[in-house]
């Protein structure tokens, strides 16, 4: 069992909806991460959160709107997605984002954008 | 920026036997190298990794070699089981902030019994 928690496993959302997605963990870990994945591709990093604040976006458009709360939770507020967002939503922690931290990713969200 | 290649794109092999999956990378620097296994429906699980300061690390069935003078590294998996079946992703991190993991394309491993 994955130590990283990620709600909802599946949505369904029309474009002008409004939803967010949430991901736990308790490992201690204060770095957190949310990547996209394509089917058949690898993961693609979109925004890095050290010590609660946001550290890296990859140039990810503002229609994804990352939050972390405190340092177990993460989330990622969706509104206005076109369907070429439809992907899995993976999050990731490790103990700190510097010095090559090994990630541990959770089962992740599958979104799909009607 | 960082560049990893994977090969090969799918591989089968029976079970018991060997399975090796290689990579390359493009940036001198990186300096930490994980290995993923990702199952139908799941997210990466981190099997293995290693660090540029090592050559060979094993785990059990499963060993990772590198080689920075040609900025290659390697996945061995021995006596494979229909368990072992999944998609492999290899990743380079180079030193500094933000730990990003530059990922490789994947390896369908299928083990046929």
């Known amino acids: 069992d994955t130590e990283v928690t990620q709600t909802p496993k599946h949505l369904v959302m029309g474009m002008t909806n409004k939803k967010s997605l949430k991901c736990e963990q308790h490992?201690?870990?204060?770095?957190m991460y949310w990547y996209k994945q394509k089917a058949k591709k690898p993961p693609e990093l979109m925004f890095v959160y050290s010590y609660e604040k946001l550290s890296i976006n990859e140039s990810v458009p503002s229609r994804f709107s990352p939050e972390c709360p405190n340092s177990s939770l993460l989330n990622l507020h969706l509104h206005a997605l076109q369907p070429e967002d439809s992907a899995l939503y993976l999050c990731?922690?490790?103990?700190?984002?510097?010095?090559?931290?090994?990630?541990?990713f959770g089962d992740g969200t599958r979104l799909s954008i009607l | 920026g960082e560049n990893v290649e994977q090969h090969p794109s799918t591989l089968s092999v029976q079970e018991g036997d060997s399975a090796v999956i290689k990579c390359t990378y493009s940036d001198s620097a990186s300096n930490y190298f994980p290995w993923y296994k990702q199952e139908l429906g799941k997210g990466p699980q981190l099997i293995i990794d290693i660090r540029s300061n090592v050559g060979e690390k094993k785990d059990q069935r499963i060993a990772v070699t590198l080689n920075k003078t040609a900025k290659h590294f390697s996945l061995h998996i021995t006596e494979t089981q229909p368990e072992d079946s999944a998609v492999y992703f290899c990743a380079a991190s180079p030193p500094g902030g933000g730990n990003k993991l530059t990922f490789g394309t994947g390896t369908q491993l299928k083990v046929e019994l």
């Open positions: 990731a922690s490790s103990p700190r984002a510097q010095g090559n931290q090994p990630q541990h």
């Open positions: 490992m201690g870990h204060r770095a």
